[in-house]
T-cell receptor, first 113, second 111 residues
C-alpha cells in the first residue's frame, strides 16, 4: 500500500521546545516537500529536497530545519526560534523529473502553548 | 513567494448545481494541478494539466489549461454533498521544482 505517512496526527509542545515531525514515503519519489498551512491560507513552502543529502529553503524556512539522509524520509524540526509554530504541517512527495505531480500526506497539526 | 489568484473565495450552492472556479497568474505556467482538501486532511490530487488548451476530466470534474498559460479552470457538474471541501489550484513555472498555490475555494453544497 504505497503512500506518504506523517506522524503523529496531533502534536502538543510547550513553547521553547524543539519538535520533530516525521514524513515517510514508499512511492520511490525523488523529491520531498514541507508546507505550512494556516487557517484560510494557501500552502507555504518551508523546505524541499530533490535528492538525498541535499535540500533547499523555501519561502518561510526561518525557525525550521530538515534532513534527508534516506530517500524515503524527510523529517522537519520546528525549533524554538520559530515565532509562531502552531499550524497544520503537510509533507508531499513528487516523482522528480519523471513527473511534477505532488502527493500529500495526511498532515500533522502542531499546537505550541 | 508568489501566490496564484484563485476565485471565488467561497461558494454556496444547491445539490445538483454545476460549479466553476478559476486560477489566474501574471506569469506563464507549464503545469497546472487541482487539489481537494477535506478538513484536517492533506490535499488530494484531482487533475493534472500539462499542455496549453488541454481539457481533462475526472468523473464529474473537468479542468482546463488556459491557452495563454496564465490561467486554469475547474468545473464540477451536478454537485453532491461529498463535493464539500476546499479546492486548491497549483502551478509550476518552467525550470522550477516548486509549486505555487492559490488560497483555495471553499465549496459548500446544500442538500
Amino acid at each position: 500500500d504505497g503512500g506518504i505517512t506523517q506522524s503523529p496526527k496531533y502534536l502538543f509542545r510547550k513553547e521553547g521546545q524543539n519538535v520533530t515531525l516525521s514524513c515517510e514515503q514508499n512511492l520511490n519519489h525523488d523529491a520531498m516537500y514541507w508546507y505550512r498551512q494556516d487557517p484560510g491560507q494557501g500552502l507555504r513552502l518551508i523546505y524541499y529536497s530533490q535528492i538525498v543529502n541535499d535540500f533547499q529553503k523555501g519561502d518561510i524556512a526561518e525557525g525550521y530545519s530538515v534532513s534527508r539522509e534516506k530517500k524515503e524520509s524527510f523529517p522537519l524540526t520546528v525549533t524554538s526560534a520559530q515565532k509562531n509554530p502552531t499550524a497544520f504541517y503537510l509533507c508531499a512527495s513528487q516523482p522528480g523529473l519523471a513527473g511534477y505531480e505532488q502527493y500529500f500526506g495526511p498532515g500533522t497539526r502542531l499546537t505550541v502553548t | 513567494g508568489q501566490q496564484l489568484n484563485q476565485s471565488p473565495q467561497s461558494m454556496f450552492i444547491q445539490e445538483g448545481e454545476d460549479v466553476s472556479m478559476n486560477c489566474t497568474s501574471s506569469s506563464i505556467f507549464n503545469t497546472w494541478l487541482w487539489y481537494k482538501q477535506d478538513p484536517g486532511e492533506g490535499p488530494v490530487l484531482l487533475i493534472a494539466l500539462y499542455k496549453a488548451g488541454e481539457l481533462t476530466s475526472n468523473g464529474r470534474l473537468t479542468a482546463q489549461f488556459g491557452i495563454t498559460r496564465k490561467d486554469s479552470f475547474l468545473n464540477i457538474s451536478a454537485s453532491i454533498p461529498s463535493d464539500v471541501g476546499i479546492y486548491f489550484c497549483a502551478g509550476r513555472r518552467g525550470g522550477s521544482e516548486k509549486l505555487v498555490f492559490g488560497k483555495g475555494t471553499k465549496l459548500t453544497v446544500n442538500p
